[in-house]
């Protein structure tokens, strides 16, 4: 059974950080994409950044660019993101997600997600 579990979600000032944890199991992690999705009260949801497995490859939304890093601890089926600067507007849910890292992830890396964690709240407040 597939499982991804998030962490580290909370409440904190404009300028401060957290670390979001995503622990999976039930799937071969190498061979696999695992990205960060957020939603925030009635928008959309929107993919944040992403980790190709296999490679290393990285990619990140523009609004998040230069604040958050992601990064994957495969011996620890555990993807990181780094949450720096964090600003009002970054407040949601986030969810990490989980996709067989095929090639067409290099054409669109928020694209085909199947399995998808509980969520954790970030609130960043002003």
């Known amino acids: 059974e597939v499982q991804l579990v998030e962490s580290g979600g909370g409440l904190v000032q404009a300028g401060g950080s957290l670390r979001l944890s995503c622990a999976a199991s039930g799937f071969t992690f190498d061979d696999h994409a695992i990205t960060w999705f957020r939603q925030a009260p009635g928008k959309e949801r929107e993919g944040v950044s992403s980790i190709m497995n296999s490679d290393g490859s990285t990619y990140y939304t523009d609004s998040v660019k230069g604040r958050f890093t992601i990064s994957s601890d495969n011996a620890r089926n555990t993807v990181y993101l780094q949450m720096n600067s964090l600003k009002p507007e970054d407040t949601a849910v986030y969810y990490c997600?989980?996709?067989?890292?095929?090639?067409?992830?290099?054409?669109?890396?928020?694209?085909?997600?199947?399995?998808w964690g509980q969520g954790t709240q970030v609130t960043v407040s002003s």
């Open positions: 997600a989980a996709r067989v890292g095929l090639s067409s992830w290099y054409e669109d890396p928020f694209w085909g997600y199947y399995d």
